[in-house]
């Protein structure tokens, strides 16, 4: 019986090592991101990042805020790359929240008929 305790002990640290597998959609995003050129050294940090985005408009962040700070935690990243990465977690992970934006934004620009 106390040899059960460290033998589950040691099953279960050996499960929480096992990295988790992403998804289509994951996968689809990392492939997205390198298409466009843009590299990064750990894809779960990228993936996280992604989500990120996404949350971040949830929220009602606008799209440069989000860019701004984007480049701040990553000052690699330039403006045109940090730009389509927002770009495409949003389409990843958030397409509503293109759609969303997208006819705010078109609904705020003034009427120039006049």
Same mark, same amino acid.
């Given at each position: 019986?106390?040899?059960?305790?460290?033998? *589950?002990?040691? @099953?279960?640290?050996?499960?929480? *090592?096992?990295? @988790?597998?992403?998804d289509s959609t994951d996968d689809s995003f990392i492939a997205a991101l390198k298409a466009a050129g843009i590299t990064f050294s750990d894809p779960d940090k990228a993936l996280g990042a992604g989500k990120w985005v996404c949350d971040t408009f949830k929220g009602g962040t606008h799209m440069a805020d989000v860019v701004t700070t984007l480049q701040g935690k990553n000052p690699a990243l330039n403006e045109d790359k940090a730009n389509k990465f927002v770009a495409i977690a949003a389409s990843a992970y958030c397409p509503d929240a293109i759609s969303t934006s997208s006819s705010a934004t078109s609904s705020a620009k003034p009427d120039s008929a006049s």
């Open positions: 019986m106390k040899l059960l305790l460290p033998l *589950a002990s040691f @099953a279960a640290v050996i499960g929480m *090592a096992v990295p @988790a597998h992403a």
